[in-house]
């Protein structure tokens, strides 16, 4: 019996030994064809959990991010709010700034987020404290501005916001070069939605991708173009924004309402699906570019 309780304990060592043991991998993550930041990278798999547990450093030796994942692809390099097929998150997910600061903590399963997630700005100032369940902002939501002051507070249920305010956003406007000339031609209207980069009050930002950078160009289109912009923090679905600004442009602008077109990017593509399904007959086409999108109750039609 003392002999079979000894070997017991030395595979239950060795297996302790091999969970802590850890693969070192230098991942060159390009955020473009002219630079790349270099990461250490170390893997762990812990036998008990059956988990992987990841660490990655920035080049001075600070931790950047901490994690575990069911699955994991040791090549890829993800922000929290990203899901990669390959990756699994599975528990706690930290990310840090070059300064050892916290960045984001949050809790996953399966990969979608789950529980309390917190995001700080640079300096320590608390950005955001959202409540999630099995991917959706569920329960309270919290933003802060970088001062420090309150700039949104709400409960959600499922993605959707249980307390909607009715409110104008500010747009730019595209007009053809011979719009003027004519005022009784009807124009076909496309509204573009941006990404999560561009939230704010500054309008100059959504020249930085789409369809108002080819403006910003010099690039000429035969149609109207109105570009709106969500703020800071929030999603294109979050408040009642879009009824009151359709019919502002839509009284403002010859609009030929049989040829208004939806599209937009990332966020933009995730407000281009809620818009159309939230209106259905609105649209003549919509083309949402990588925006991600979920059957729940938040896209249902207008009454």
């Known amino acids: 019996m003392?002999?079979?309780?000894?070997i017991i304990v030395i595979f239950a060592s060795f297996a302790t030994t091999k969970a802590q043991e850890a693969e070192t991998f230098i991942l060159q993550n390009a955020i473009s064809k002219y630079d790349t930041i270099v990461y250490k990278r170390l893997i762990r798999f812990d036998n008990h959990d059956r988990l992987y547990l990841i660490s990655d450093y920035f080049e001075n030796g600070q931790i950047q991010m901490e994690a575990s994942y069911r699955s994991f692809d040791i090549h890829v390099k993800e922000e929290y709010q990203c899901n990669y097929r390959s990756n699994t998150k599975e528990g706690l997910y930290k990310q840090f700034y070059l300064d050892g600061q916290p960045e984001y903590?949050?809790?996953y399963h399966?990969?979608?987020?789950?529980?309390?997630?917190t995001t700080w700005y640079r300096g320590g100032q608390k950005e955001a404290e959202e409540h999630w369940s099995k991917g959706q902002?569920?329960?309270?939501?919290?933003y802060w501005t970088q001062d420090g002051d309150l700039q949104f507070e709400s409960v959600f249920c499922h993605g959707i916001n249980q307390h909607p305010q009715?409110?104008?956003?500010?747009?730019?406007?595209?007009?053809?070069?011979?719009y003027a000339t004519d005022s009784r031609r009807k124009w076909p209207l496309?509204?573009?939605?941006?990404?999560g980069t561009a939230r704010?009050?500054?309008?100059n930002k959504l020249y930085t991708s789409g369809i108002p950078d080819q403006i910003y160009r010099g690039r000429s289109f035969p149609f109207i173009i109105i570009s709106p912009q969500c703020p800071e923090h929030l999603r294109w679905s979050t408040d009642n924004w879009f009824e009151s600004f359709y019919a502002t442009i839509k009284a403002k602008y010859n609009i030929d309402t049989s040829r208004v077109y939806l599209t937009g990017a990332s966020?933009?593509?995730?407000?281009t699906w809620y818009l159309a399904v939230k209106y259905p007959g609105l649209f003549a086409a919509i083309a949402p570019m990588c925006g991600f999108t979920s059957d729940n109750e938040q896209y249902q039609p207008a009454d």
């Open 2 to 6: 003392r002999y079979t309780f000894a």
């Open 105 to 107: 903590t949050g809790f």
């Open 110 to 117: 399966n990969g979608l987020r789950e529980g309390i997630s």
């Open 137 to 142: 902002l569920h329960g309270s939501v919290k």
């Open 166 to 178: 009715n409110v104008t956003y500010k747009y730019l406007t595209y007009l053809p070069d011979n």
């Open 190 to 195: 496309i509204i573009y939605l941006h990404g």
């Open 200 to 203: 704010g009050t500054d309008l």
């Open 267 to 271: 966020l933009g593509g995730s407000g």
